[in-house]
């Protein structure tokens, strides 16, 4: 079992920044790949960003690169997500998911967050 809990989310105003933390805590070494997707009110979740915990290598959506930074910190276990010039369109609930392998779909992800509330007023 891996266990996540997300922090940092809250209310920004457009242009500007948050960062969210993703602390993993169980069987951590059984999931290489840690992911963050988001779900506004009436859309289905979306992938926003995704990184290989071993070798770094990272995924973006398009809607979000060259404004969010997903990064890791192996030794506390914790994945962040860096949101810069953030928009109203960005506003959803966060959740942060472990996976075997990189994917940009939900189903591969089979432990998740339970989510932390982004909010940026226009």
């Known amino acids: 079992q891996v266990q996540l809990v997300e922090s940092g989310g809250g209310l920004v105003q457009t242009g500007g920044s948050l960062r969210l933390s993703c602390a993993a805590s169980?069987?951590?070494?059984?999931?290489?790949?840690m992911g963050w997707f988001r779900q506004a009110p009436g859309k289905e979740r979306e992938f926003v960003a995704a990184?290989?915990?071993?070798?770094?290598?990272?995924l973006y959506a398009d809607s979000v690169k060259g404004r969010f930074t997903i990064s890791r910190a192996n030794a506390k276990n914790t994945v962040y997500l860096q949101m810069d010039k953030l928009k109203p369109d960005d506003t959803a609930v966060y959740y942060c998911?472990?996976?075997?392998?990189?994917?940009?779909?939900?189903?591969?992800?089979?432990?998740w967050g339970q989510g932390t509330q982004v909010t940026v007023s226009s």
């Open positions: 998911a472990a996976a075997g392998g990189m994917a940009v779909t939900t189903l591969p992800y089979d432990y």
């Open positions: 990184i290989i915990r071993s070798g770094g290598n990272t």
């Open positions: 169980g069987r951590t070494f059984s999931r290489n790949v």
